[in-house]
Nanobody
Framework: QVQLVESGGGLVQPGGSLRLSCAAS????????MYWYRQAPGKQREMVAM???????NYVDSAKGRFTISRDNAKNTVYLQMNSLKPEDTAVYYC??????????WGQGTQVTVSS
């Protein structure tokens, strides 16, 4: 049974930082590209960051220079370091694993709230 479990969300003031983690189990983690998505109330889910198994990264424009995605294949975990957080970063953040065969899995999400 594949599981993706996100953690690290919470309430933070504007300008603050959070580090999200997504622990994966039940899959060949190193073979999957890993993504972070987010969905704010009333908005569509958007891709925030991706990291392929070859190490290629990509970010949504609003996250460039502030967010960093990384992975530890030995721990089957992907991270999202978020700095200089803004109120518009408030959303539920989801972890996604996707492989070349088109198989993907989702975590349950973790809430990030940026507010003073």
């Amino acid at each position: 049974q594949v599981q993706l479990v996100e953690s690290g969300g919470g309430l933070v003031q504007p300008g603050g930082s959070l580090r999200l983690s997504c622990a994966a189990s039940g899959l060949a983690f190193s073979l999957y590209a890993m993504y972070w998505y987010r969905q704010a109330p009333g908005k569509q889910r958007e891709m925030v960051a991706m990291l392929t198994n070859a190490g290629t990264t990509n970010y949504v424009d609003s996250a460039k220079g502030r967010f960093t995605i990384s992975r530890d294949n030995a721990k089957n975990t992907v991270y999202l370091q978020m700095n200089s957080l803004k109120p518009e970063d408030t959303a539920v953040y989801y972890c996604n694993a996707y492989n070349a065969a088109g198989t993907d899995y989702w975590g349950q999400g973790t809430q990030v709230t940026v507010s003073s």
